[in-house]
């Protein structure tokens, strides 16, 4: 099982030998990444190759755009979408019986830009389409060039995650064809001195793995001694945590560490990039994992997963399931059922 209990620093690990011929290489780099997502579940990667000129356009017009006038953002609102795009404003996301303050951040939700004709789209899948771009000059041009650029970083590091667990390098490529990954951009205002209040609440991500750079703190992760330790942006690196799938398929090897944004000391820009397998890709421990604890092995399927999840968070899709417009997938896990928190509340009951 995961021994990630006492933290206090986050590995840095340089990932510029997966892009070599060498085979050997993507298991050393997989010892490292194994090491870190059993112990911590967060880790910096550097030697990511990327342009930091895609970062400078990107972060320009995510400005641009979230210091418009809330009725000009609110034409790409979130749910205008078919397949959860667009604008996310600040009261939008609230966890299912939460008696919490909304988190205090405007977000942008965006993903591999399909077609409008697309199969997939036009038979009604809720996570696959295209995306819902706003009139900012540049940003679809500066946002799609920076996702894509970190996606194909992202997507380097399938085989190193597959060969830490113990599987084939290309196993979780195999399940990767496409994707419902995503990206927010997301916009933290300054909280004032002498206030607490959190950008974004305590939570795992509910995808395989999160790549994200930012412009500043505020990014906490929970350890083993309800500790929160604080994870600042590195100058040339991306933060990597990881998420429920990957927690579910290893059956805790790996946590889906519990993490948190709270009291940005400066208005804060946040760009995490969501990676996922396939909607369909059954996701359950794998063989060596499966029967340590004795308990029957859960098995979710990742779209319906993370669709579960967005309907126990958005307050747009609880009102199209209320009105008979989606359907709750059949299978699905209540929210915060993994992460650090939820291991813990596990050994308090």
């Known amino acids: 099982m995961s021994h990630a209990t006492s933290f206090t620093s986050i590995p840095v690990i340089d990932i510029s030998a997966l892009r070599s011929t060498d085979a050997a290489a993507t298991y050393e780099v997989a010892a490292e990444i194994g090491k870190a997502a059993r112990e911590v579940g967060f880790f910096y990667v550097a030697g990511t190759g990327l342009d930091e ?22 034409r790409s609102y979130i749910g205008l979408s078919k397949c959860h795009r667009g604008y996310i404003p600040t009261d939008e996301e609230e966890p299912e019986g939460s008696i919490r303050n909304p988190d205090l951040k405007e977000s942008f939700s965006l993903a591999t830009d399909l077609p409008a004709d697309d199969p997939d789209f036009l038979a009604g899948n809720p996570l696959l389409g295209p995306n819902l771009w706003p009139d900012t000059p ?49 916009y933290y205002p300054r909280v004032p001195d002498g206030e607490d209040r959190l950008g974004v609440s305590e939570h795992s991500d509910y995808e395989c793995f999160t790549m994200l750079e930012a412009t500043g703190p505020g990014l906490e992760a929970l350890n083993g001694d309800r500790d929160w330790i604080g994870i600042p942006p590195i100058p040339g690196t991306l933060i990597v945590n990881i998420g429920d799938m990957l927690e579910l398929w290893s059956n805790g090897e790996f946590i889906a560490t519990t993490h948190r944004v709270r009291n940005v000391p400066e208005d804060r820009y946040s760009f995490p990039l969501f990676f996922n ?5 059954v996701v359950k421990p794998l063989p060596r994992f499966a029967s340590r604890d004795g308990a029957a092995p859960l098995a979710l399927r990742a779209g319906e ?22 359907v709750m997938p059949e299978s699905f896990v209540r929210y915060g059922a993994f992460g650090q928190g939820a291991v813990q509340r596990r050994r308090q009951t």
């Open 277 to 281: 397998v396939d909607y369909d890709t």
């Open 305 to 326: 997963h993370l669709f579960a999840q967005y309907v126990q968070t958005f307050r747009y899709l609880r009102s199209r399931i209320e009105r008979g417009e989606a």
């Open 138 to 186: 540049g940003f679809e041009d500066a946002v799609d060039d920076y996702y894509e650029a970190v996606f194909e970083v992202g997507q380097l590091l399938w085989r190193p995650f597959a060969v830490a667990l113990g599987e084939e390098p290309d196993y979780f490529e195999r399940q990767a064809a496409k994707t419902i990954s995503h990206m927010g951009l997301v």
């Open 53 to 74: 000129g895609l970062f400078d356009r990107v972060l320009t017009v995510t400005k641009q755009f979230f210091a418009l006038p809330l009725e000009e953002k609110m």
